[in-house]
């Protein structure tokens, strides 16, 4: 029996996982541990609401756990030598120069958490890797602490991806539809991943837990995130032939999901998706298909990132030429994050088309219930960056946009609306009453990246709406 574990990155998939386990675990201690103070410091808040990652159901659990059997300290080294069992969920992002740049995944991190394993380990372990990697990698991990281990001890690696989404992530990890976990199919392989195994049984069901080798856990989990994006590229890429040819996505939707076969997850048609995951994923999948010579298959999976790509510009183009640029109009952004339920914002849709439209000289206001000024900020600006725009620019660029803390302040003076992110709260807006303060003319052009928007009622208070994949929208 395990009765102690460190995790190695306390982020959005490490924070979650692990007080999950706690919860059901009791017997076990379990340490997250994190270069980033701050971060580890934010867990450690007295007020709950300062903790980094906003997942419903999740600071709930921390308070139960925390202090208890779950405990986060940036005391790497001393966590991975005291614990039987490592779990690395550290980052995994996009390389961004060197070979692989804008394609394959920085193993970075990870290498430097197998090189920190094997130095500070003097008795054996089990590595789990958490974080979503290239088929493969337990290879180089294996090969890296061979190489640096000071001890003679047994390093025994498994591949255990997570699948959650954020947003959901609590209610994911209590009742997962599985837990994926795979081995070397040797004596001591087979150890390592039944322990793992215990530890899941504590709340999922036998049936759930499927065992495989290590190969085909690492690519089963680029694979699923594949194909979830891949539907969503397809039911985008159908929104836009909707609102030339007069159907309506939704009704598309609807017929398309009450085939068995198909079924309905997934078919909302939207501005596209963001998240730190499935594009990552999608071209690391795309880097791994060229490496073996697949380039079909490598071309078939590109498209999926790129009907996201034209999405996202299919949505900016249409708020543009609706827009008069030439008079300082304003836009107001609604939603930063990449969904709702969650602060994280990367790879969100929102950067791209707001930097699309300060681009085009458009001010922008934007309001998210949940992210920070300073990271829409920064989400800005590596953007701006990326596109290779200078800082004398982009410090102008900035100028054009402006944060705003509610809701009300964002859209009560302003030429056009854009939903963004599918917030609850922008459910609630009050059309009604936020109509009889504007003249006919007045009224904001209403531009809904989200399908949010009861399109009938409002455009019968004399809005004039754009709806993604709506072959009736009077604007287009
Ligand atoms: N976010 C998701 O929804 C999700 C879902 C499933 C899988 N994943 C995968 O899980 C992994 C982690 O994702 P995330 O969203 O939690 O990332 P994250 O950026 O939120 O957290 C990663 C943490 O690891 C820390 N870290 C990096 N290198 C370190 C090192 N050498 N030593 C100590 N700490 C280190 C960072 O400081 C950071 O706090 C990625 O591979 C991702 O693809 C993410």
Known sequence: MIKKICCIGAGYV?????AVIAYHCPEIDIHIVDSNNERIDLWNSDNLDNIPVKEPGLSKIISKVRGKNLFFSNEVDKYIDLCEMIFIAVNTPTKTSGEGKGMAADLKNIINCAKQVSLASKSDKIIVEKSTLPVRTAEKIKEILENN???????????NPEFLAEGTAIQDLFKSDRVLIGADQTESGKIAQNKLIDIYKKWIPEEKIIKTNVWSSELSKLASNAMLAQRISSINSLSA?????????????????KDHRIGNKFLNASIGFGGSCFQKDILNLVYISRQYGLDEVADYWHNVVKINEFQKDRFSQIIIRNIETSSNQTVSVLGWAFKKDTNDSRESSS???????????LTVNVYDPLIKINQIYHDITAYLEFKNINQKNITRLLKKLSVKDNLNDCIIETDAIAFLTEWDKFLNIKWDKFSKNQHIKNKPKIFDGRGIIDYEYVSSLGYQIYQIGNGDNSIN
């Open 149 to 159: 281990k000071r001890e003679k001890i047994n390093f025994e690696i498994i591949s």
């Open 351 to 361: 950067i791209a088309v707001t930097s699309n439209l300060i681009l085009k000289g």
């Open 241 to 257: 032939l909707a609102e030339k040819s007069g159907a309506k996505i939704d009704e598309l939707s609807m017929a398309i999901g």
């Open 14 to 18: 490490g924070g979650p996982t692990m």
